[in-house]
T-cell receptor, first 116, second 114 residues
Framework: DAGVTQSPTHLIKTRGQQVTLRCSPK?????VSWYQQALGQGPQFIFQ???????QRGNFPDRFSGHQFPNYSSELNVNALLLGDSALYLC???????????????FGSGTRLTVV | AQSVAQPEDQVNVAEGNPLTVKCTYS??????LFWYVQYPNRGLQFLLK??????LVKGSYGFEAEFNKSQTSFHLKKPSALVSDSALYFC????????????FGDGTTLTVKP
């Protein structure tokens, strides 16, 4: 049973460019959340998608946008890249109505984005 | 607003000794609290979560956490540390188990020395 898959694993972009990161959730999960983890910090919530709609959003500018497809996979788009956008971007999937105490989010290994 | 704090950047323990990684929270309503572990160049792995019920939560790899409402704490514990437990640990909290956003602490690096 595959876990969360993210692509690409590493990416280098130039300031001002646009980037698209991709995430395939764990089989059976219907909700995808995106987090930004800067070096030496904890992950910060960007937004969450369920039923192809953005359900919740953290304190990130409109340059950050996303999409969820009918197969539950998701994309994170960042426009007009800034040097400060350099970070590890994590995708986490879950089942929105899961009450199982033994499971939380399932995280992917992340995409390391470097903006130069 | 909700927040989670991990007051220690680093915790060092000797193998075989008990370990504690501290976490305090400020979450409105009933808190949902989590612990995750992150190994180098890897995503976060779920250890355990508190939703409601028993204050002592047992999780993966022998870890447990104690929820203390009066002290607003959710410390991670293990009776006997292993060298392989050395990693970065994150506490997270939110207002919902899955449908809400989680707020993460800045992490505590645990080093277990042989």
């Amino acid at each position: 049973d595959a876990g969360v898959t993210q692509s690409p694993t590493h990416l280098i972009k130039t300031r001002g460019q646009q980037v698209t990161l991709r995430c395939s959730p764990k089989s059976g999960h219907d909700t995808v959340s995106w987090y930004q983890q800067a070096l030496g910090q904890g992950p910060q919530f960007i937004f969450q998608y369920y039923e192809e709609e953005e359900r919740q959003r953290g304190n990130f500018p409109d340059r950050f946008s996303g999409h969820q497809f009918p197969n539950y996979s998701s994309e994170l788009n960042v426009n007009a890249l800034l040097l400060g956008d350099s970070a590890l971007y994590l995708c986490a999937s879950s089942l929105i109505r899961d009450r199982n105490p033994n499971y939380g989010y399932t995280f992917g290994s992340g995409t390391r984005l470097t903006v130069v | 607003a909700q927040s989670v704090a991990q007051p220690e950047d680093q915790v060092n323990v000797a193998e075989g000794n008990p370990l504690t990684v501290k976490c305090t929270y400020s979450v409105s309503g009933n808190p949902y609290l989590f612990w995750y572990v992150q190994y180098p160049n890897r995503g976060l792995q779920f250890l355990l979560k508190y939703i409601t019920g028993d204050n002592l939560v047992k999780g993966s790899y022998g870890f447990e956490a104690e929820f203390n409402k009066s002290q607003t704490s959710f410390h991670l514990k293990k009776p006997s540390a292993l060298v392989s437990d050395s990693a970065l640990y994150f506490c997270a909290g939110g207002g919902n188990t899955n449908a809400g956003k989680s707020t993460f602490g800045d992490g505590t690096t645990l080093t277990v020395k042989p």
